[in-house]
């Protein structure tokens, strides 16, 4: 059964600073790992998907890596806003998505 | 409109009763997945469907839970008997069923209370 462990479970950072969430899994053999942020009471809004074949993407302010030999996975997030304070969970699986338990994110202004 | 969208975004109901959670995925999507998360928790697998058909319903905790998508658009996730273990926020999500792009696409969930 894959385990998806995110550390630390939450982080606060003054506005400005970049911002970098790990995302660890145990059975490397994984399809596309993905990663979702989500607002307090709110569903997941999808952030980026890297195929297994990829090693990292962009988008914005943000770029993912995938290492599939170590089982992780490090979401970037450059200069920090306070807009950017949210939980940020990482799932990674074919169709059947596994997900960590989040780290909530703290953006003080 | 655009995105996936769920039907109430609130239940509140006694033990016992029965339920019905709507989906309404993105159009086009031929895969609907449903979730359940917890407080705290990252969402669990419950069941996937490519097309009318569910491919994989694994993740169903238990018999009195039974999800369909009879015209392979809207799903509808039903639950008899309910517990107060059954409390959660519900998600659906919805993706375009090909190899290589899965990506899933959340919808905002219902919450579910069972008193």
């Known amino acids: 059964k894959q385990e998806v462990t995110q550390i630390p479970a939450a982080l606060s950072v003054p506005e400005g600073e970049n911002l970098v969430l790990n995302c660890s899994f145990t059975?490397?053999?994984?399809?596309?790992l993905q990663w979702f942020r989500q607002d307090p009471g709110k569903g997941l809004t999808s952030l980026l998907l890297?195929?297994?074949?990829?090693r990292e993407q962009t988008s914005g302010r943000l770029n993912a890596s995938l290492d599939k030999s170590s089982g992780r996975s490090t979401l970037y997030i450059a200069a920090s806003q306070p807009g950017d304070s949210a939980t940020y969970l990482c799932?990674?699986?074919?169709?059947?998505?596994?997900f960590g338990a989040g780290t909530t994110v703290t953006v003080r202004a | 409109g655009a995105g996936v969208s769920q039907t109430p975004s609130n239940k509140v109901t006694e033990k016992g009763k029965y339920v019905e959670l709507r989906c309404d995925p993105i159009?086009?999507?031929?895969?609907l997945y449903w979730y359940r998360q917890s407080l705290g928790q990252g969402p669990e697998f419950l069941i996937y469907?490519?097309?009318?058909?569910?491919?994989?319903d694994s993740g169903l905790p238990n018999d009195r839970f039974f999800a369909v998508r009879p015209e392979g658009s809207v799903s509808t996730l039903k639950i008899q008997r309910t517990e107060r273990g059954d409390s959660a926020v519900y998600l659906c999500?919805?993706?375009?069923?090909?190899?290589?792009?899965?990506?899933?696409?959340f919808g905002p969930g219902t919450r579910l209370t069972v008193l």
């Open positions: 799932a990674v699986g074919d169709y059947k998505l596994s």
């Open positions: 999500a919805s993706s375009l069923g090909t190899s290589g792009d899965n990506e899933q696409f």
């Open positions: 159009s086009g999507h031929t895969a």
């Open positions: 469907f490519q097309g009318t058909g569910a491919a994989d």
């Open positions: 890297i195929q297994s074949s990829q």
């Open positions: 059975d490397s053999a994984i399809y596309n």
